[in-house]
């Protein structure tokens, strides 16, 4: 888990935690009254001037807003994401990043893996005679297929070290009873 600083009081955005970060993001900005900021982009108007001091007051407001937001935004990820959007000059252009570049990694892993199921179906299977049902088993069997295949490495590793133990533990057993004592007696 990704380590909080001081001033922030979450997990910064690493590449494998956005679900979370979105979603704590979203309430703490909802509590701080910024969250439309991320919502609606912030326009800068134009000429003030002739504007009443209403409007610019509501300018400035949102304005302050979105500035707030982006900087939170800002402090929230580290710092090889913050190169993402480190050129966005509003809330909604980072956050908007933000979301199309996580949302867009979970996507195309999402497709490779999908499209790597049909493939390897339609090679084993005749699939224009294959119901619903048959496809969705053997696309539940094949993932399990590689679930599995991704736990062997680690697990032949372990087994490899055991034995790897084992052996020494019998090496060190065999040479025990001999030898430092061997050849006395003879003579």
Known sequence: MAATSGAF???????????????????FFGGQDVWEAVEEEYVELENLAGASQAVKKAAKEARVKDQKTLSLIQLGINDNIFE??????????????????????DKVKKVR????????????????????DELSGKLQVHEDKIKRRNKEPIEQALQAK??????????????????RGRGRGRG
């Open 84 to 105: 993402k959007i480190e050129q966005a000059t509003t809330a909604k252009r980072a956050w908007d990043t933000l979301e199309n570049v996580f949302k867009g990694i």
């Open 162 to 179: 055991m034995n790897i133990n084992e052996r020494k533990d019998d090496t060190n057993k065999n040479q025990g009873g001999r030898g």
């Open 9 to 27: 009081p979450f997990p910064k955005l690493v590449k494998d935690n956005y679900e979370r970060w979105s979603i704590q993001m979203k309430t």
């Open 113 to 132: 893996l999908q499209s790597l199921r049909v493939v390897a179906i339609e090679e084993s299977n005749d699939t224009e005679t294959m119901t619903v």
